[in-house]
Nanobody
């Protein structure tokens, strides 16, 4: 089992940057596929980015591709989401998610695939 704690959210102006962190408990972080989702007020949870257990493959939604970067540091049991060129429509609560993955290349953009979730961190993009 793994516990996830996000941090790094806040208020930023359009065009600005933020880096979100998601710290995981446990000693098997490198066995988990990781992802970021977001949920704006009144809307469904939306896939943002994912990284396979191996770290060799990353995936992004079309809305963030080229602006956001997911990365992981297995030594620190932490996954990051670097967000650049932020837009008002990026405003949402951001959640990290994890799935114990036997296959190093497994991932999904579907929230139900992931077994563990953090509590979320709010990102607000506004002038």
């Amino acid at each position: 089992q793994v516990q996830l704690v996000e941090s790094g959210g806040g208020l930023v102006q359009p065009g600005g940057s933020l880096r979100l962190s998601c710290a995981a408990s446990g000693r098997t972080f490198s066995s988990y596929a990781m992802a970021w989702f977001r949920q704006a007020a009144g809307k469904e949870r939306q896939f943002v980015a994912a990284m396979t257990r191996s770290g060799g493959n990353t995936y992004y939604s079309d809305s963030v591709k080229g602006r956001f970067t997911i990365s992981r540091d297995n030594a620190k049991s932490t996954v990051y989401l670097q967000m650049n060129s932020l837009r008002p429509e990026d405003t949402a609560a951001y959640y990290c998610a994890a799935k114990l993955s036997a296959n190093g290349d497994s991932w999904s953009s579907t929230a139900d695939w992931y077994d563990y979730w953090g509590q979320g961190t709010q990102v607000t993009v506004s002038s």
